[in-house]
């Protein structure tokens, strides 16, 4: 099975830590969170990943070429950020002849098994399947609404009015005609903003408990490195 893991992203709200290190590889727990992704990837049994690259990227490719793995790992330079939606389109042809693949965002750290979400997906009829946690913060994230069926009803990335406390862990398994959804003259495209909302009433959405921060600001970051090293 096959992934995108996007890393390109420039890492802002973590200045001035990422003016000289990508996000990607901020060390959290004895590790850079990517390894991190590259542990559960390997016990979800993904065999080729994508990581897309701009901010540092030979920093990236260096730190990748000292994990134990046997994950076939592709690149692709993002000279100009094409947005996480972008770049799946960009990238069409690494997956047009899977079943499904997982989409994941690097920003985030947790404990959520990969298997487990696609166990949940493979006994869905939609193309889409979705990662939701539960947030205090609705208003800062994409929130869902879900019907008996475990589909996605309702989508609003970052709510001035939120409806639901459920929010997009950043973490998706997709068909590889979902990337068809995204319009090609529409890039820097996003995946909250451009991708998800066409798939309402078309997508499920998987509510777990496990641990899941998003390591985009210092608090967070903090927070991160004090609660991981005790999450068992």
């Not at 990837?41 to 793995?69: R, S």
């Not at 913060?137 to 008996?148: E, N, R, S, V, W």
Request: aromatic share 10%; proline share 5%.
């Amino acid at each position: 099975m096959k992934a995108f893991l996007l890393t390109a992203g420039l890492g802002t709200r973590l200045m001035p830590i990422t003016n000289t290190l990508p996000k990607c590889l901020v060390e959290i727990g004895g590790k850079p969170l990517i390894h991190w992704w590259f542990d559960a990837m390997e016990q979800a049994g993904i065999t080729e990943v994508l990581i897309n690259l701009h901010h540092f990227p030979q920093q990236v490719k260096d730190f990748v070429t000292t994990i134990e793995t046997s994950i076939k790992v592709h690149y692709f330079m993002e000279e100009t950020l094409l947005g996480s939606a972008g770049t799946l389109l960009a990238n069409y042809d690494f997956v047009k002849n899977e079943k499904s693949f997982f989409i994941i965002y690097s920003d985030n750290l947790t404990s959520i098994k990969l298997k487990d979400l696609f166990e949940f997906h493979s006994a869905q009829a939609h193309l889409f399947s979705m990662a939701l946690f539960t947030t205090s913060h609705p208003t800062a994230c994409g929130i869902a609404a879900l019907d008996a069926k475990k589909t996605i009803i309702d989508f609003v990335e970052k709510p001035t009015n939120p409806t639901s406390n459920l929010a997009n862990a950043g973490i998706y398994i997709a068909h590889p005609s979902v990337i068809k959804l995204i319009t090609a003259n529409k890039i820097p495209a996003d995946i909250g903003f451009d991708l998800l909302p066409q798939l309402i009433n078309q997508m499920s959405g998987w509510e777990n408990d496990d641990y899941l921060i998003d390591i985009g600001t210092h608090a967070n970051l903090a927070k991160a490195r004090a609660e991981w090293p005790l999450r068992k």
